[in-house]
């Protein structure tokens, strides 16, 4: 758990950044619409990264596996897609909030 913890603390402090920046450049944006359009490029970039992993490990060949090497990757690299998708919305929602007790 505390894991997903660093991962939310490491997308919302960039989402609100780029919350306010979107805000600056699309004014006539609502607060939900710039909120979750600020919250997406950090859990997209670690979920392409995490798919890669999964491809990669699902394509090796089984006598380079090692003793059940792509299964743990591909589980931890599953795991990894879900808490990006809470840490999507974690940071959406707190972005949101604080645009809308800052400029509302």
Do not use: N
């Amino acid at each position: 758990m505390f894991d997903l913890a660093i991962l939310c603390l490491v997308c919302v402090v960039p989402t609100i950044g780029f919350a306010f920046l979107i805000d600056r450049r699309r004014p006539s944006w609502s607060f939900a619409k710039t909120a979750f359009v600020a919250a997406i490029p950090l859990p997209l970039l670690v979920s392409l990264l995490l798919i890669y992993i999964i491809v990669d490990a699902a394509r090796t060949p089984f006598e380079k596996c090692g003793v059940d090497a792509c299964a743990m990757a591909i589980a931890f690299s599953a795991v990894g897609i879900i808490y990006c998708l809470a840490a999507y919305f974690v940071a959406a929602i707190i972005a949101a909030i604080v645009l809308r007790k800052r400029l509302g």
